[in-house]
């Protein structure tokens, strides 16, 4: 029974890691359904098509990603192959028939709660923002606040303190990257860029406008 109780941590270890590495590959830009087909692929080591391969490995960012997976699930699946022939088939307590229906329920409920969409947009968004905070470039702690809208929302400035990560070289990939804030524009010795379709490069030293809620906006600066 020990082997089917491993059998179930792992299947759900091995769902969560998916919905995690999806999440992950969505903070590069890449769009839900390839993304979500990249991380199962790359855990399963099922393998690419060609066009999709190209730009996983072409981008740094992508291709750690998809090493981390396919090295967590060389792990992953042999276990779970190991631990249902233990589990099944050497002896322990209960009949094989009662170890195999309390995998087979375990498994259904599994199945049932990762398909579950909420839970699987939590899971994906957690995995989207622990990305986020790796490749988002370092920001200024100190918040200028330009307006206050209402109670809690406002127009603030964040001054980029390093050089962007790949991924987030440009104003309109930084807006798409910081889905609790909304980018307004680029303030550069001063000179203004508005963010709307805008593939400028940042540099240190720019100074983001965003509009949100102050929390929001206090969290990018202390991240």
Same mark, same amino acid.
């Not at 249902?84 to 195999?100: D, F, N, W």
């Not at 809208?149 to 303190?161: C, F, P």
């Given at each position: 029974?020990?082997?089917?109780?491993?059998?179930?941590?792992?299947?759900?270890?091995?769902?969560?890691?998916?919905?995690?590495?999806?999440?992950?590959?969505?903070?590069?830009?890449?769009?839900?359904?390839?993304?979500?087909?990249?991380?199962?692929?790359?855990?399963?080591?099922?393998?690419?098509?060609?066009?999709?391969?190209?730009?996983?490995?072409?981008?740094?960012?992508?291709?750690?990603?998809?090493?981390?997976?396919?090295?967590?699930?060389?792990?992953?699946?042999?276990?779970?192959?190991?631990?249902?022939?233990?589990?099944?088939?050497?002896?322990?307590?209960?009949?094989? @028939?009662? +170890? $195999? &229906?309390? #995998?087979? *329920?375990?498994? !259904?409920?599994? =199945?049932? /709660?990762?398909?579950? %969409?909420?839970?699987?947009?939590?899971?994906?968004?957690?995995?989207?923002?622990?990305?986020?905070?790796?490749?988002?470039?370092?920001?200024?702690?100190?918040?200028?606040?330009?307006?206050?809208?209402?109670?809690?929302?406002?127009?603030?400035?964040?001054?980029?303190?390093?050089?962007?990560?790949? @991924?987030? +070289? $440009? &104003?309109? #990939?930084? *807006?798409?990257? !910081?889905?609790? =804030?909304? /980018?307004?524009?680029? %303030?550069?010795?001063?000179?203004?860029?508005?963010?709307?379709?805008?593939?400028?490069?940042?540099?240190?030293?720019?100074?983001?406008?965003?509009?949100?809620?102050?929390?929001?906006?206090?969290?990018?600066?202390?991240?």
């Amino acid at each position: 029974m020990y082997a089917v109780a491993t059998f179930l941590v792992v299947a759900v270890m091995t769902l969560t890691f998916t919905r995690l590495a999806t999440g992950a590959l969505l903070a590069t830009g890449m769009p839900p359904d390839i993304a979500a087909f990249q991380a199962r692929s790359a855990f399963s080591g099922a393998g690419f098509t060609t066009t999709e391969a190209e730009n996983v490995v072409n981008h740094p960012v992508r291709r750690r990603i998809i090493a981390t997976t396919m090295f967590v699930g060389s792990l992953g699946t042999p276990t779970l192959v190991v631990s249902v022939m233990v589990g099944l088939i050497a002896p322990g307590p209960g009949s094989t @028939t009662e +170890r $195999s &229906l309390v #995998a087979f *329920s375990g498994l !259904l409920f599994i =199945v049932l /709660v990762a398909t579950n %969409r909420p839970m699987t947009r939590i899971l994906t968004d957690v995995g989207r923002r622990y990305a986020n905070r790796r490749l988002l470039p370092a920001l200024s702690t100190e918040v200028d606040e330009e307006l206050t809208l209402g109670a809690d929302h406002i127009v603030a400035t964040l001054r980029i303190d390093k050089h962007p990560d790949n @991924t987030y +070289r $440009s &104003l309109s #990939a930084m *807006s798409d990257g !910081l889905p609790d =804030v909304r /980018v307004l524009g680029l %303030r550069r010795e001063g000179d203004y860029l508005d963010a709307t379709g805008s593939d400028v490069e940042l540099h240190p030293g720019d100074e983001l406008i965003v509009y949100g809620s102050r929390d929001s906006i206090a969290a990018l600066g202390s991240s």
